[in-house]
């Protein structure tokens, strides 16, 4: 048996998508936990199957794992440990970051990291808010570290590290210090301390959002998060949790 303490991790120079190499890997026999770090992904992915640039010089990884329900018995909450894990990064660098609900880390403003959590199922890829338990998971983070975010395309604005210090950066120690963090937080963590330290990261609440998810829309204040890490919004009809999708955002926000 692997040893949790000691993750495996498969370098790749290039890969399409370290999400889709980790399953592979699966797929092929490799026992969870492992990571999959690449240098480049020629087909990195955002949530939502968006594009996600993944040039040279961000830190594109992947962890898979297999759930451990005693200790997180929703999911996604192991994305928020991985949006916490980037903030916790960060904050060693002494850049101050904030978490949009769900899972974009933010930067005055500006998105410099993102998590895409997924499961497999019946051999395929599926969003992890929208399954049940007892499946393995893909939690896969970008972060921009030195990579040029000054042509990725996305309709509100993008920061990497090296734009937020006043010195150079050491890319390799980045990214093998934010593996650390995110295993620790994996593995280490459970759901009701996770919940509560992603709340004093959240800049979501408070705030009025519109919250999309497939065809639907739901606009209001966003309230708190309940116990399985549901965001709920206090709209004209009352109280509502929603437990998957994104905060639309116009240009000029963060
Ligand atoms: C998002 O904000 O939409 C999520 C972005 C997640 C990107 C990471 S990079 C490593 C892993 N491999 C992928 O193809 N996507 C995730």
Redesign the pocket.
Known sequence: MPSQREPRIFYRKEVD????EAFRLLDSGEVPPFFVV?DI?T??????H?P?V?GRG?A???LLLEQDRKKFHNAWVYGFAASLSVVELLSEFKIRASISWP??VLVNGS?I????AEARLNGNEKAIEETESGHPLAV???LNVTNDVSRVAAPYPVTNMLDNLKSSIDFESVRKRLIEILFIRAFNGEQDLTIKEYRTKLQTLGRVVTVKSGNWMISGKAVDLDSDGALIIRTDKGLEKVFTGEIVRKRTQG
């Not at 998508?17 to 889709?20: A, I, K, L, R």
């Not at 087909?43 to 939502?48: A, E, I, K, L």
């Not at 990291?113 to 895409?116: I, N, P, Q, Y």
């Open positions: 998508s370290t999400q889709d690449s992904q087909s990195g992915r955002g949530r939502y968006r996600w993944s961000g594109w990884l992947t899972n974009d998105k990291s993102g998590v895409l896969g983070v970008g």
